[in-house]
């Protein structure tokens, strides 16, 4: 098993729906837990953090963390067409190496 | 500007050629990390420290590849010899305790 796994997509969501994004990880991830947006061409961008099991919402995103399932999850509310870009799962193992999904293409459509 | 600085931002060099990519993290961070993206692909993982101590370099990298962190500052990721596999964004990375921040990459095209 990779150590962070995320469909790679594209996933298609109506303007104004709920973008669901996923990603699974390894026991050898099993610290801090982030998901970043990037836009072609740039660099990645941190959204949200969360570190222990259940919600963690700011403005339109809503961070998730199942340790028992190993998953993550980023809902994103209201999507607009400026929420489309490529989304970053990533995980930090107990050395604080950051590892990185091969993150999802999220496309919303107007 | 206190985000994480990379220079330079774009890289275009001959096959065969030494190139170097220096990162200056935010003030304070301790750890400093180094990523390669490819099109279509996740940052893959090359090294990182902390302060000056290098604590991994992946061993997916070859010895072409080095990298520094002379007083726990700045980095400086070096590539000998580049080949046009070497093409890619090279990217940097700096973190306290917990969120790590990216600078802008350097794009790397080798020809």
């Known amino acids: 098993q990779k150590e962070v796994e995320q469909n790679s997509g594209p996933l298609s969501v109506p303007e104004g729906a709920i973008a669901s994004l996923n990603c699974t990880y390894s026991?050898?991830?099993?610290?801090?837990f982030f998901w970043y947006r990037q836009y072609s061409g740039k660099s990645p961008e941190l959204i949200m953090s969360?570190?222990?099991?259940g919600d963690k919402e700011d403005g339109r995103f809503t961070a998730q963390l199942n340790k028992a399932s190993q998953y993550v999850s980023l809902l994103i509310r209201d999507s607009q067409p400026s929420d489309s870009a490529t989304y970053l799962c990533a995980g930090k193992n107990r050395d604080d190496k950051i590892i990185f999904g091969k993150g999802t293409r999220l496309h919303i459509l107007p | 500007d206190t985000g994480v600085s990379q220079n330079p931002r774009h890289k275009i060099t001959k096959r065969g050629q030494n190139v170097t990519f220096r990162c200056d993290p935010i003030s304070e961070h301790n750890r400093l990390y180094w990523y390669r993206q490819t099109l279509g692909q996740g940052p893959e993982f090359l090294t990182y420290f902390q302060n000056e101590a290098q604590l991994e370099k992946s061993r997916l990298l070859s010895d072409r590849f080095s990298a520094e962190r002379p007083k726990g500052s700045f980095s400086t990721l070096e590539i000998q010899r580049t080949e046009q596999g070497d093409s890619a964004m090279y990217l940097c990375?700096?973190?306290?305790?917990?969120?790590?921040?990216f600078g802008q990459g350097t794009r790397l095209t080798v020809v």
């Open positions: 026991d050898r991830v099993s610290q801090s």
């Open positions: 990375a700096s973190s306290s305790i917990a969120e790590a921040f």
């Open positions: 969360i570190y222990s099991n």
